[in-house]
Every structure is written in C-alpha cells, then in structure tokens.
C-alpha cells in the first residue's frame, strides 16, 4: 500500500515539476474584456471574409483516393495472406491441415468485413453525393 502511494506522489511530482518548468506555463493575460470579445468576433468573422473555399471536386478525389487506397490494401493483405494460409495447407500433414481449416475462418470474416466495409462506404458516398 506504502509502494502504491509513493508511486503516485512521484507521479504527482513528476508532472507538476514538468508543467511548472514549461516554457509554455506561463500564460499571459489577454487584455481586457472588450479585446477578448473583440478577438472572438474577428475570429468568427474570418470566415465569412475568407476567399478559400473547399471544392466538392477535390473532396471526392480525395474520397476516391483514400477508397481506393483501402480497397488495395484489403486486397493485397488478403491475397497475400491466402496464399500463405494455401501453402500451408498444401504442404502441411493432415493434422495440421485441420488446423489450417481452422485458421481460415477468421481470414474469411476478414474478408467479409473488409469488403463489406468498402462497399458501405462507396454506397454512403453514392447516395450523399445524389443528395
């Protein structure tokens, strides 16, 4: 019990020795109220004023990039370990061949979910973008 509480003192310690030492401790005040609400109103109204706006062409290429990049990854894991799992099974004594049978399973509902995942997410981007 002793060891636990010496434990969390030392913890304690250490951050409140790493947070006073900070060069970041030290805030400073941000004037007075007005400049404060002031900040804020600026702050919101820099949007309104802003030039850059997002395209919706450039968010479906970067839809259709990270899509495409996921589905080439789910397709080379499970290729690749298909045919691991099958040189296995070829080579393997038939004890083990059960054990290979076994090892399947999971890599056919990695398959499914994998799969399953990309054809929810492209449905999701088909039918947001006919809205």
Partial sequence: MKKKLFKIAL???MIFSVYSFSPYSNVEAAGT???IIQNGDNFLNAADDSTNTVQESD???LSNFISGVLLSVAIGVTLISGVVLGIKFVT?????KAKIKEAMVPWVIGIIISFGAFTIWEITINVFQAL
Wanted: no cysteine; net charge negative.
């Fill in 59 to 61: 968010l479906q290429e």
């Fill in 11 to 13: 913890i304690l310690l």
């Fill in 92 to 96: 393997q004594s038939i004890e083990d």
């Fill in 33 to 35: 109220l007005d400049d």
